[in-house]
């Protein structure tokens, strides 16, 4: 079974719209960690955040925020005002504590923002 | 800061040629990795290691792939022969040991087997 889903193959969006990039995740531990990783058209894979399972609370960095809800399982990634830099495939990742180093990864969002 | 080199960047081979892709961690992360991407199956993890010892090489798809860590600062990646199949980006990463910690990734080696 899939760990995270990233049901949003793809999306475009016009430049200055907001965007949001879902992330669902499943695991049966307690402890566990997300990330979301920005891969743009050249290729590296570039880590933007990372939050453990004791912290819901939202997190705000400059035009990203990212909403937390272990209600409903998901790790959210909000764009706002979006601008053609943020054109990338997104990857959402798990890593469970009773798994130690093994990261599961989404099949990643391709957000294409038009200007 | 340096990040996690990899070399080279770019290989076009042909079937049958001996591949050999090289990965320089973050110094003082103990944790590297091998991951593979292709359009087909995403991110696959290959193999792992902590402390220059493989912990984990389930990914490894099959006898024509291995790798090494001879110390902290190198590893390898090799296959042999190469296959058509083969092409994909191979990405190096790496990470202080512990659970939950931040993976770093290098910028890949884009792989062309013809």
């Known amino acids: 079974a899939q760990k995270v889903t990233q049901a949003q193959t793809e999306i475009s969006v016009v430049e200055k719209e907001d965007v949001t990039l879902d992330c669902v995740y499943e695991?049966?531990?307690?402890?566990?960690?997300l990330f979301w990783y920005k891969q743009p058209p050249s290729g590296e894979l570039v880590f933007l955040i990372r939050?453990?399972?004791?912290?819901?609370q939202n997190e705000i960095s400059g035009r990203y925020s990212w909403n937390f809800q272990k209600s409903t399982s998901s790790f959210n990634f909000t764009i706002t005002a979006s601008q053609v830099v943020d054109s990338a495939v997104y990857f959402c990742?798990?890593?469970?504590?009773?798994?130690?180093?093994?990261?599961?990864f989404g099949t990643g969002t391709s957000l294409t923002v038009i200007p | 800061d340096a990040g996690v080199i990899q070399s080279p960047r770019h290989e076009v081979t042909e079937m049958g040629q001996e591949v050999t892709l090289r990965c320089k961690p973050i110094?003082?992360?103990?944790?590297l990795f091998w991951y593979r991407q292709t359009m087909m199956r995403g991110l696959e993890l290959l193999i792992y290691?902590?402390?220059?010892?493989?912990?984990?090489d389930s990914g490894m798809p099959e006898d024509r792939f291995s790798a090494k860590m001879p110390n902290a600062s190198f590893s390898t990646l090799k296959i042999q022969p190469s296959e058509p199949r083969d092409s994909a980006v191979y990405f190096c990463?790496?990470?202080?040991?512990?659970?939950?910690?931040?993976?770093?990734f290098g910028e890949g080696s884009w792989l062309t087997v013809v």
């Open positions: 110094s003082g992360h103990n944790s």
């Open positions: 695991t049966r531990d307690t402890t566990y960690y």
């Open positions: 990463a790496s990470s202080t040991t512990g659970v939950g910690n931040t993976i770093y």
């Open positions: 290691f902590n402390n220059n010892v493989p912990i984990d």
């Open positions: 990742a798990l890593s469970e504590a009773t798994t130690g180093n093994q990261f599961y």
């Open positions: 939050r453990n399972s004791f912290d819901e």
